[in-house]
């Protein structure tokens, strides 16, 4: 914006004064920019016209992220599973600014992977998990009062959704320079 600031306060003639080293006398310039009212015009009008075409590419941005993310999110299809992908969301919050999200409590654990770590029964005498997910019927596995789990390795699904948007959104904000200054 310091530019375009500065366009705007532009002459279609300066006059520098210098001193000379050699003659000790002041020396004139005169600068001359052909067609600086029609760069002005361009300059005076950008930071609207830039706004609302920022904020257009900031809208397809993440509208792309959203559907790559959700593409690449794991889906657990023997358990009917389907809810992290349900919860990748995008929102415009305000002009130019908006976010993704993966609004599932567990996304950051699938995204980053876990450690291994302990697992106590809380309201329940033992751990227990249903066999064959939902549609098992009533047998259950049992494992104890505590397990060890071992960990899950990363699945940075979204940061592959995040890389597969890219080249996309680099085209939208190379328009946006096209659209405000052709």
Known sequence: WLLIAWISSMKTTWKFQSVSLKAKMPIELKVSIPNLSAIKAVFDTAPAKM???ISEAVKKTIMKIESNVKKE???NKKAGGGTLRQSIRSQMT???????EAGAKYAGWVEGGTRPHIIQAKNARVLASRIGGTKGG???AIFGKTV???GTKENPFFQ??????E????GYFSN???KVFS
Do not use: W
Not at 167 to 170: K, Q
């Open 73 to 75: 999110a794991p889906v």
């Open 138 to 140: 009533g047998q259950y």
């Open 94 to 100: 305000g002009i130019a600014s908006g976010f993704v």
């Open 51 to 53: 706004t609302l075409e």
């Open 160 to 165: 592959r959704g995040i890389d597969r948007s």
């Open 176 to 178: 946006v320079l096209k």
């Open 148 to 150: 060890k789990h071992p």
């Open 167 to 170: 080249d996309d959104i680099t």
